[in-house]
């Protein structure tokens, strides 16, 4: 039976937390170009100090958990770079490293900061959402097959691959990434509960514990099948340790935390997208945003433990968000 690490356990038990927001919308606005297919986890063999800047803002603006940089991030497409598997398998290896390396720099500036309320703005040390004196953790991303394909895929699902063929896929990363250290796999973006089917049956493998969490639309995956029928999946699976969504409109979160909580009797990790949506032959993100920290307060009546935000969600909403799990303390 796997067990959780009792650091995050703790945490998870007493909850609630404090997830991160969209890493790559962090690392545009300091200038990098995410075009390329790796997208963000590009960065993390060209320029791994900005990988590692991103996670310390979020943290600084109150978020108790980095995501790393490795949701893109796999042997066949760094290979399409030119790189061979030792070399992939120390970058994924290097995202975790960076997600620790900034939650330890960030522990230190929290501790020398004043309490939080005091002169700051989200993103500096004594800042609102401060969170001086709570532990900080890293998850390591594991996105979709899809994601992999950067052509949208991960909104949709159904690649034409059975479940076989997506374990195949998934295990050498998950590994690799097991094996790095994290405090938790952040299984995420799932759009099919035939790759959550998949993924589960190597998490269940590797003795560290996992968040399994959907994108959907309304009541159902991405894919089509029922959202509840695909959160089933996680119920009896001692490795996971939250299931819910992600990467989806802030609305169809509000639908599926209840769900979540219902079916699995297991806490809900809840991280949506800004509400604009993912064009993905214009590459680009259309429509207004809709994520609005007030949301908050209704995740976690439903059983929300994990809450951040996702695509297009920055330090200032994480801010917004650990004030209201947090208040001012």
Same mark, same amino acid.
């Given at each position: 039976?796997?067990?959780?690490?009792?650091?995050?356990?703790?945490?998870?038990?007493?909850?609630?937390?404090?997830?991160?927001?969209?890493?790559? $919308? #962090?690392?545009?606005?300091?200038?990098?170009?995410?075009?390329?297919?790796?997208?963000?986890?590009?960065?993390?063999?060209?320029?791994?100090?900005?990988?590692?800047?991103?996670?310390?803002?979020?943290?600084?603006?109150?978020?108790?958990?980095?995501?790393?940089?490795?949701?893109?991030a796999s042997f066949e497409g760094f290979a399409r #770079? %030119?790189?061979?598997?030792?070399?992939?398998?120390?970058?994924?290896?290097?995202?975790?490293?960076?997600?620790?390396?900034?939650?330890?720099?960030?522990?230190?500036?929290?501790?020398?900061?004043?309490?939080?309320?005091?002169?700051?703005?989200?993103?500096?040390?004594?800042?609102?959402?401060? %969170?001086? %004196?709570?532990?900080?953790?890293?998850?390591?991303? &594991?996105?979709?097959?899809? !994601?992999?394909?950067?052509?949208?895929?991960?909104?949709?699902?159904?690649? %034409?691959?059975?479940?076989?063929?997506?374990?195949?896929?998934? #295990?050498?990363?998950?590994?690799?990434?097991?094996?790095?250290?994290?405090?938790?796999?952040?299984?995420?973006?799932?759009?099919?509960?035939?790759?959550?089917?998949?993924?589960?049956?190597?998490?269940? *493998?590797?003795?560290?514990?996992?968040?399994?969490?959907?994108?959907?639309?309304?009541?159902?995956?991405?894919?089509?099948?029922?959202?509840?029928?695909?959160?089933?999946?996680?119920? *009896?699976?001692?490795? &996971?340790?939250?299931?819910?969504? $992600?990467?989806?409109?802030?609305?169809? !979160?509000?639908?599926?935390?209840?769900?979540?909580?219902?079916?699995?009797?297991?806490? &809900?990790?809840?991280?949506? $997208?800004?509400?604009?949506?993912?064009?993905?032959?214009?590459?680009?993100?259309?429509?207004?945003?809709?994520?609005?920290?007030?949301?908050?307060?209704?995740?976690?009546?439903?059983?929300?433990?994990?809450i951040g935000g996702c695509c297009r969600v920055g330090?200032?909403?994480?801010?917004?968000?650990?004030?209201?799990?947090?208040?001012?303390?």
């Amino acid at each position: 039976m796997t067990t959780t690490p009792p650091g995050f356990a703790a945490a998870l038990a007493a909850g609630p937390l404090v997830l991160d927001g969209g890493l790559s $919308n #962090r690392l545009e606005a300091a200038g990098h170009d995410l075009s390329d297919a790796l997208w963000s986890a590009r960065l993390l063999a060209d320029r791994p100090e900005a990988v590692a800047a991103a996670h310390l803002g979020y943290f600084l603006a109150g978020a108790e958990v980095a995501t790393t940089a490795s949701y893109q991030a796999s042997f066949e497409g760094f290979a399409r #770079r %030119g790189l061979g598997r030792a070399e992939t398998a120390r970058l994924l290896t290097l995202s975790v490293r960076l997600a620790r390396d900034a939650a330890r720099e960030a522990a230190e500036l929290r501790s020398a900061a004043p309490q939080p309320g005091g002169p700051g703005r989200p993103g500096e040390p004594g800042g609102p959402g401060g %969170g001086a %004196g709570r532990p900080l953790f890293v998850a390591a991303s &594991v996105g979709p097959y899809g !994601a992999v394909l950067a052509d949208g895929s991960e909104y949709r699902g159904r690649y %034409g691959l059975g479940r076989a063929a997506l374990e195949r896929f998934h #295990r050498p990363r998950l590994e690799v990434l097991a094996a790095a250290g994290p405090d938790v796999l952040a299984v995420e973006t799932i759009p099919d509960a035939v790759e959550a089917e998949a993924v589960l049956a190597v998490v269940e *493998d590797l003795g560290v514990p996992a968040w399994l969490s959907f994108c959907a639309a309304g009541d159902r995956t991405r894919a089509g099948q029922p959202l509840a029928e695909a959160f089933a999946l996680a119920a *009896d699976v001692d490795a &996971v340790v939250a299931v819910g969504v $992600n990467c989806c409109a802030p609305a169809d !979160a509000d639908r599926a935390v209840a769900l979540a909580a219902e079916v699995t009797g297991k806490p &809900v990790v809840v991280y949506p $997208n800004s509400g604009e949506r993912w064009d993905a032959a214009a590459r680009g993100w259309r429509g207004a945003p809709a994520f609005r920290p007030a949301r908050v307060t209704g995740w976690l009546a439903d059983g929300a433990r994990l809450i951040g935000g996702c695509c297009r969600v920055g330090e200032q909403e994480i801010a917004d968000v650990a004030r209201a799990v947090h208040g001012a303390d």
